[in-house]
């Protein structure tokens, strides 16, 4: 499954590797696609993960926060 969140604080390419890699470090995302401008990422999970455990990772990884589209 698909889904698309915005992500608040990204602001150069060092930031969306960093969220890149945080959120695939989530178990249960397969793939993130992670761009700077809009600011968004789509994972590709197996399952539904709960926006807290991704908040969780990417608050690990800097200042960064995450919110569905």
């Not at 608040?8 to 890699?21: I, P, Q």
């Not at 401008?37 to 999970?45: D, E, K, Q, S, V």
Request: proline share 4%; hydrophobic share 30%; glycine share 8%.
């Amino acid at each position: 499954m698909h889904k698309e969140y915005h992500i608040e604080g990204m602001g150069c390419e060092g930031c969306v590797n960093s969220v890149k890699l945080a959120l695939q470090k989530v178990s249960g995302v397969s793939h993130a696609d992670v761009k700077l401008n809009p600011p968004i990422a789509t994972l590709t999970t197996d399952k539904p993960i709960d926006i807290k455990e991704l908040q969780s990772s990417l608050s690990e990884a800097g200042y960064y926060k995450i919110r569905e589209q």
